[in-house]
């Protein structure tokens, strides 16, 4: 999918999803039609190219809460992988043990996808490593751009 086609796809994700934001309830939708539209997003997440074309599909997509939540289960996921209690790991992100629970279940259900997240998680705190060591060390994605920042500031970081 060229870059053109991926913006142009997010637009129209987006137009859709502002007409339509029913909640629909997982196994309510046939099987196939289930399959077909989460492999569409499938594809159109492998084709972001940018940390911007990411964020303009989860916020445009997606609300700030559920961007949240995807992005708790991740830092779940770091911190388990960092050896982290349930009850540390509650006390920091404001999640439930069920939810740690699930997060956990899903790193272990494959020790291929426990290692990638892993070697993932290490490439980004090297990488910001290396960009505090030149001077322009962002904590955050919401650091870099003075756009987002009042997500930051929405977020409580």
Do not use: C
Request: proline share 1%.
């Amino acid at each position: 999918m060229e870059r053109n086609e991926t913006e142009k796809l997010i637009r129209e994700l987006i137009k859709i999803k502002n007409k339509i934001m029913a909640k629909v309830k997982f196994y309510d939708v046939d099987k196939k039609e289930r399959i077909r539209v989460i492999g569409e997003l499938y594809e159109v997440i492998a084709e972001l190219k940018s940390k911007d074309e990411v964020f303009k599909f989860l916020f445009g997509l997606f609300t700030p809460s559920e961007v949240l939540m995807i992005a708790r289960r991740i830092q779940i996921a770091k911190m388990l992988l960092d050896d982290k209690s349930y009850e540390e790991i509650g006390k920091r992100l404001g999640v439930s043990h069920q939810t740690t629970r699930k997060v956990e279940h899903w790193l272990k259900s494959d020790e291929e996808r426990m290692k990638l997240i892993d070697i993932k998680l290490e490439k980004i705190k090297k990488k910001n490593k290396a960009s505090k060591n030149r001077g322009y060390y962002y904590e955050s994605l919401l650091d870099r751009y003075p756009g987002h920042r009042f997500l930051k500031e929405l977020f409580g970081d």
